[in-house]
């Protein structure tokens, strides 16, 4: 996993910048039931989305909240006293204190998916939303030349699939309200950099060297494939 300290000053770059952040924001946004008062944007990192839900709906309060130092800074930055330090799986936060939640890029990078969204239930009010994406990994199929190389090498599994987050949700008294999907502007795979990410044991890990040095030798190695689009799905507190 990336050591999002170290990451935060060049996360955004990296990630699609304002075109994306805006994409998600205004996605999310269409999810979250109109008169919801307040909102906590969950791993909030750089604070790229979070600035976007605040100024997106006037009268909403977000607050951002994150497990990184160092995204928190960034985050604190362009929302000052807006963002605090804490786990997802441990919110800062007391029973009920929120009419929604965002919960963006997150769950497809955790062993234990249902303990965050477990701390949504407790923190939202009855009636209030949970907003997260799902599927993130199986977005970036774009039926490209990558993926060709890449199909025996994907595993069935992946901790932010729908299915599974619906179950978690449904276990903890949330349920399904919403669909949302939007552009992954700038996430189009790039052969050369996803090649690294194999080598690595990040992406891919039965394809070892091999697959990697497939992938490098398509054509045009530098250039990105087509954009993602990203799913979210929400979940109404009963």
Known sequence: MLDYDREADDYDATRGGEPRAAAAAGSALGLVPAGARNLLDVACGTGIVTRRLAAGRPGLRVTGVDSSAGMVRTAAARLPGAVVLGDSRRLPFADGSFDALTVIWLLHLLADAEAVVAEAARVLRPGGVLV?????????????????????????????????????????????????????????????????????????????????????????????????????RAYRRV
Not at 137 to 161: C, K
Not at 198 to 214: C, F, H, K, M, V
């Open 132 to 232: 997260t994406t799902v599927d993130k990994d199986a977005a970036h199929h774009v039926d490209s030349d990558i993926d060709v190389l890449a199909a025996p090498y994907r595993t069935g599994h992946a901790a932010d699939s729908a299915a599974l987050v619906t179950a978690y949700a449904a276990a903890h008294g949330l349920l399904p309200s919403g669909i949302a999907r939007f552009p992954g502007h700038g996430q189009g795979r790039v052969p050369r950099r996803l090649a690294r990410r194999i080598r690595d044991g990040a992406i891919y890990p039965a394809g070892g060297t091999e697959l990697a040095d497939r992938v490098e030798a398509l054509p045009d190695p530098d250039s990105p494939r087509p954009d993602p689009e990203f799913t979210l």
